[in-house]
């Protein structure tokens, strides 16, 4: 039998959204911050970079340009008003002390309880091979949570240090722990990922609003079968 997903803790305030890409928080995970911001909880989201290598078609500073913009409008269709790029190049971050040091002062500059992270795992379900962006910035992530604490790691991060990461939620994981009701909240879910429509036109010459309605609802209904049939989004969540 398939084991089932447990509720997400539901005892804070604030989280921090933080993975590569725009458009990663919009497969699935928006739903989610849907359903919190619905509830009274504050989220912000902070980009490892602006997607400039994601267009084939569109020359990086373009991109760049078109894709902050998508991702504005996607973050404010979930409730979110806080979009922060860090500026990393697209496609070629390199896990390590720099990029843990951004990431440490972006959790001390915002101080969640939560912090959200997409999967950082060599593949997605044991098939298909994840991105370098993706396992960097989620492992960063990982550990960033626990340097932001540590007034003697990066001292010079112009936010006091913040010990007040409880946990590390990651969507997208092969091995999930936890999941959030988004019964009420997956239509907001589809719509901010049809939000990204230059980066979907540019990837499928699917219909945007289709291809992102059988996504996120296929997402929704694959978790619902653990967790009592609730549509839902699935979390590996790390105390911290």
């Not at 040091?101 to 298909?128: F, Q, S």
């Not at 913040?162 to 909240?185: E, F, I, L, M, Y």
Request: proline share 5%; hydrophobic share 40%; net charge negative.
């Amino acid at each position: 039998m398939t084991s089932q997903l447990e509720p997400m803790p539901e005892d804070w305030q604030r989280a921090l959204a933080i993975v590569a890409h725009p458009d990663d928080l919009e497969y699935g995970c928006a739903s989610a911050v849907a359903a919190w911001t619905d509830a009274g909880r504050d989220v912000s989201y902070v980009l490892a970079t602006k997607g400039e290598a994601g267009i084939d078609t569109l020359e990086p500073v373009k991109s760049a340009a078109v894709r902050e913009r998508e991702q504005r409008a996607s973050a404010a269709v979930v409730g979110v008003a806080s979009v922060e790029f860090l500026g990393h190049a697209d496609g070629v971050i390199e896990y390590g002390t720099a990029l843990r040091k951004d990431l440490a002062a972006a959790i001390r500059r915002h101080r969640p309880e939560l912090v959200i992270t997409l999967n950082p795992d060599d593949t997605w379900n044991g098939t298909y091979w994840n991105t370098p962006d993706h396992r960097a910035v989620g492992r960063a992530v990982l550990d960033a949570a626990g340097d932001a604490g540590n007034r003697w790691i990066f001292p010079d991060t112009e936010a006091e240090p913040w010990g007040g990461v409880r946990w590390v939620a990651v969507a997208g994981s092969n091995a999930p722990t936890h999941a959030v009701d988004v019964t009420t909240s997956l239509e907001r879910g589809v719509r901010s990922l049809v939000e990204h429509r230059a980066y979907i036109e540019a990837l499928t010459t699917e219909d945007p609003e289709t291809y992102a309605r059988n996504l996120i609802e296929g997402f929704a209904g694959e978790t619902a079968e653990r967790f009592g049939g609730r549509s839902a989004v699935a979390f590996r969540l790390f105390p911290c």
